[in-house]
């Protein structure tokens, strides 16, 4: 069919550049390795920083979820779509979080999109920091409310912005709690006490922080002692949790009102019995099984210093994301192949991921992975980085 040859185009060039990506298939489930091409390889890309996708725990309740409830709910929540383990599943976030309420999105996407949108109006400014994830950008460009961006977690340019902002009726600071692309995590203690002295809002969004940092993985927030002090948490049940979701964990007031007015909660079907008692399972198993957390601090420490050893630029990751920095696209996408080639999984990032001339292999170790296939990677990016010239 004719008419897509504009677009055409412009992939053509991407096929120029290095940067047009082909989708890697998966033949097995998710684990530290896992059937790419017909091989076993170590899995060092996917956000399972639990292993929790194929815990027992969570397949069992997920199948006796459909056998009970089947395997849709047919409607969105504000109509017919509400069963109890909706509300029990939220009732279970909001005490992890230490909140009064929480409120479960289809994804974490649309539970940025979702409250930036329904709670800033033209009155309002937003205050952001530059490298936030694409949802909290989108979110932002959903509002009426006037932008602003920080640079990244510079607080003279917080504090500078924040100083220059003071007419709006409200001012909502908002960041990652954990940088998905760097790894590094967001200075909260200092930016809830510059939100504190100009009376401004704070959300974070800790899609890489929850199951990962603080107490039990309760999240950065509960990591830096602020629990009461951040008015917006937002998480994802789709990367520690290992399942598929967002929700923001806040007050009674807060939930109420985006239950009334967040589009993407209004207007679009509730989760799955099976993805919400998988989801309910999985808050256990944090509470019950803190030593995968311990595990996944081990094997973080284990890989960022083998690959600091080697002589790899990490930049300033302080988590189990720990990016292997080369700047050019090109080479970037040939460090990859190079890695597959030699047994690792380990996805190049490159523009507009990350700035441009900032592209890299960007690594995530988890709880499943032994020190032997650590080890093993490390062998493969020694491999690879010499052979490319990078170390
Ligand atoms: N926020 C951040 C910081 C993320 O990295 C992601 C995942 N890519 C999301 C939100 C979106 O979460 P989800 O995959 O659950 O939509």
Same mark, same amino acid.
């Not at 504190?196 to 969004?205: R, S, T, W």
């Given at each position: 069919?004719?008419?897509?040859?504009?677009?055409?185009?412009? #992939?053509?060039?991407?096929?120029?550049?290095?940067?047009?990506?082909?989708?890697?298939?998966?033949?097995?489930?998710?684990?530290?390795?896992?059937?790419?091409? %017909?091989?076993?390889? *170590?899995?060092?890309?996917?956000?399972?920083?639990?292993?929790?996708?194929?815990?027992?725990?969570?397949?069992?309740?997920? #199948?006796?979820?459909?056998?009970?409830?089947?395997?849709?709910?047919?409607?969105?929540?504000?109509?017919?779509?509400?069963?109890?383990?909706?509300?029990?599943?939220?009732?279970?976030?909001?005490?992890?979080?230490?909140?009064?309420?929480?409120?479960?999105?289809?994804?974490?996407?649309?539970?940025?999109?979702?409250?930036?949108?329904? *709670?800033?109006?033209?009155?309002?400014?937003?205050?952001?920091?530059?490298?936030?994830?694409?949802?909290?950008?989108?979110?932002?460009?959903?509002?009426?409310?006037?932008?602003?961006?920080?640079? +990244?977690?510079?607080?003279?340019?917080?504090?500078?912005?924040?100083?220059?902002?003071?007419?709006?009726?409200?001012?909502?600071?908002?960041?990652?709690?954990?940088?998905?692309?760097?790894?590094?995590?967001?200075?909260?203690?200092?930016?809830?006490?510059?939100?504190?002295?100009?009376?401004?809002?704070?959300?974070?969004?800790?899609?890489?922080?929850?199951?990962?940092?603080?107490?039990?993985?309760?999240?950065?927030?509960? +990591?830096?002692?602020?629990? %009461?002090?951040?008015?917006?948490?937002?998480?994802?049940?789709?990367?520690?949790?290992?399942? @598929?979701?967002?929700?923001?964990?806040?007050?009674?007031?807060?939930?109420?009102?985006?239950?009334?007015?967040?589009?993407?909660?209004?207007?679009?079907?509730?989760?799955?019995?099976?993805?919400?008692?998988?989801?309910?399972?999985?808050?256990?198993?944090?509470?019950?099984?803190?030593?995968?957390?311990?595990?996944?601090?081990?094997?973080?420490?284990?890989?960022?210093?083998?690959?600091?050893?080697?002589?790899?630029?990490?930049?300033?990751?302080?988590?189990? *994301?720990?990016?292997?920095?080369?700047?050019?696209?090109? @080479?970037?996408?040939?460090?990859?192949?190079?890695?597959?080639?030699?047994?690792?999984?380990?996805?190049?990032?490159?523009?507009?991921?990350?700035?441009?001339?900032?592209?890299?292999?960007?690594?995530?170790?988890?709880?499943?992975?032994?020190?032997?296939?650590?080890?093993?990677?490390?062998?493969?990016?020694?491999?690879?980085?010499?052979?490319?010239?990078?170390?």
């Amino acid at each position: 069919m004719k008419g897509f040859e504009y677009l055409q185009k412009e #992939l053509d060039a991407m096929q120029k550049q290095g940067i047009f990506r082909n989708l890697i298939e998966l033949k097995s489930e998710q684990g530290s390795k896992v059937m790419i091409d %017909g091989r076993n390889v *170590i899995q060092l890309s996917s956000n399972n920083y639990l292993g929790l996708t194929n815990h027992p725990r969570l397949k069992k309740a997920a #199948l006796a979820a459909i056998e009970q409830f089947g395997a849709g709910t047919g409607s969105v929540r504000t109509i017919a779509g509400t069963f109890t383990m909706h509300n029990r599943l939220e009732e279970k976030l909001a005490k992890f979080k230490h909140t009064e309420a929480a409120l479960v999105f289809q994804s974490g996407f649309t539970t940025n999109q979702g409250v930036l949108s329904a *709670i800033l109006t033209d009155e309002d400014v937003v205050i952001s920091d530059e490298l936030n994830h694409a949802s909290i950008i989108d979110g932002i460009r959903l509002t009426k409310a006037t932008r602003k961006v920080y640079q +990244h977690v510079d607080m003279e340019s917080l504090e500078q912005t924040l100083k220059e902002t003071q007419e709006y009726r409200k001012r909502l600071i908002v960041t990652d709690g954990v940088f998905s692309m760097d790894g590094d995590i967001a200075p909260l203690p200092a930016i809830v006490e510059l939100a504190e002295k100009y009376d401004a809002l704070v959300m974070v969004d800790d899609a890489h922080g929850s199951g990962v940092l603080g107490e039990n993985g309760r999240g950065t927030v509960n +990591h830096f002692g602020l629990d %009461g002090r951040v008015h917006i948490q937002v998480g994802t049940l789709s990367k520690a949790i290992g399942v @598929l979701g967002g929700y923001v964990a806040s007050t009674r007031t807060l939930i109420d009102y985006l239950i009334h007015k967040a589009r993407p909660f209004l207007f679009s079907t509730s989760h799955p019995p099976a993805v919400t008692m998988a989801c309910i399972e999985a808050v256990d198993v944090l509470l019950e099984e803190p030593e995968r957390i311990d595990k996944l601090w081990n094997n973080t420490k284990f890989l960022k210093e083998g690959l600091n050893i080697l002589g790899f630029n990490t930049g300033h990751s302080e988590t189990p *994301i720990t990016p292997v920095i080369v700047g050019d696209e090109g @080479l970037s996408r040939q460090f990859s192949d190079k890695l597959l080639q030699n047994g690792v999984f380990a996805q190049g990032i490159a523009f507009p991921t990350v700035a441009q001339g900032k592209a890299r292999i960007r690594t995530i170790v988890t709880a499943q992975h032994s020190q032997d296939e650590l080890q093993q990677a490390l062998k493969a990016f020694e491999n690879a980085g010499k052979e490319l010239g990078i170390i």
